[in-house]
């Protein structure tokens, strides 16, 4: 079941904990005098502190750190990364929140049950953005080559959080006051966590044009493998095209959505739905197993998809787009692409 009450605050929750492995600390080591305690815990306070200097939120950013053991041997990358398992805890436990409040609240509009089942959703993106930033911080990979990355990945975590509580905000159940103290802290953690991730960044930015976009060769992101950039400068009759979309029945298919539908799931190989002039009135969510698809079109003006949704028809802003989960917009002859790495 649900709480309905006020949870305590993150922060509290921290500082008992702290309080536990202080006395745990003290008790199992009568040996060790109080104020040899005091300076080890006064110390890991301290190292906190000048971690936590450049965010947002520094008094939950110094109450995370200070119970991270060994904090003093600990490289930016595994403090980031401490910071964010702590935060994906909260994550779970406020998705399941979301879950047993859909669940449980008698009598919720159609409008709220779709607001909660968008917050499941962007949760579970954020778990997954979360545990991808986890990978690139890991000792394996260079950091500082995947800051681009992780500075994109941390973003979206961030913000999916803002973009469930106003799905939440025309609620008549006021739903937003059982989810955004949690949700906040989340949020807080992750700009925390990109506050730190400013220290790692390679001092090298001679190459970045668009610093966003990471590096730029021959005028594409060098993360853009080769064959992805010869298929966004090929013109349309030099591409190998694998289903055909087009409103007047001379394709594959006379939807976007049957296309997509079709393209293979976790796919390893780029898969390309040419999209022929025309106005397509449809809602269009590329689910995560929809992997490496590329849609192209025959430019601006020409291939359109368009939709009605409106807060005002009961359909929260998350449900409102389009087209969902794109990377990347491009012009002309190249529609938009679905970018996977």
């Known amino acids: 079941m649900y709480n309905l009450k006020p949870k305590t605050p993150f922060l509290l929750t921290l500082l008992a904990v702290s309080a536990i492995i202080f006395l745990t600390f003290f008790l199992n080591n009568p040996k060790s005098s109080s104020k040899t305690v005091h300076i080890h815990v006064h110390k890991n306070i301290q190292l906190a502190q000048s971690h936590c200097e450049e965010t947002l939120y520094p008094h939950l950013c110094v109450s995370t750190l200070s119970i991270i053991p060994d904090l003093a041997e600990k ?100 739903l937003r006051r059982y989810v955004q103290q949690s949700l906040h802290t989340i949020a807080h953690h992750v700009s925390n966590c990109l506050a730190m991730l400013n220290k790692m960044k390679s001092s090298s930015k001679s190459h970045e044009i668009f610093p966003e976009y990471g590096a730029v060769r ?15 400068q090929a013109q349309i009759n030099e591409t190998k095209i694998d289903l055909v979309v087009a409103k007047d029945a001379t394709g594959n298919f006379s939807t976007i959505n049957e296309a997509l539908s079709a393209a293979p799931n976790s796919s390893s190989t780029r898969f390309v739905i040419y999209i022929k002039a025309g106005v397509y009135y449809e809602y269009i969510e590329v689910v995560r197993k929809k992997s490496m698809i590329m849609f192209l079109g025959d430019g601006i003006g020409k291939t359109l998809i368009k939709g009605n949704r409106s807060v005002v028809d009961g359909w929260t802003t998350f449900r409102s787009a389009t087209v969902g989960d794109l990377v990347k917009l491009n012009t002309d002859t190249v529609y938009f692409l679905i970018m996977r790495r």
């Open 75 to 174: 490289s930016i990358s595994q403090i980031i990364s401490s910071t964010i398992n702590v935060t994906v805890a909260e994550v779970k436990a406020s998705a399941k929140n979301c879950t047993e409040i859909r669940e449980d609240l008698p009598e919720l509009e159609p409008y709220e049950k779709r607001a909660l089942e968008d917050c499941v959703q962007l949760l579970d993106n954020t778990i997954i953005e979360l545990k991808t930033s986890l990978s690139d911080l890991s000792p394996k990979r260079s950091s500082s080559q995947h800051y681009n990355d992780l500075q994109t990945l941390l973003s979206a975590a961030m913000t999916n959080q803002a973009t469930c509580l106003d799905g939440l905000a025309r609620s008549k159940k006021n």
């Open 218 to 232: 021959n005028g594409f992101p060098k993360w853009i493998k080769r064959r992805d950039r010869a298929l966004l």
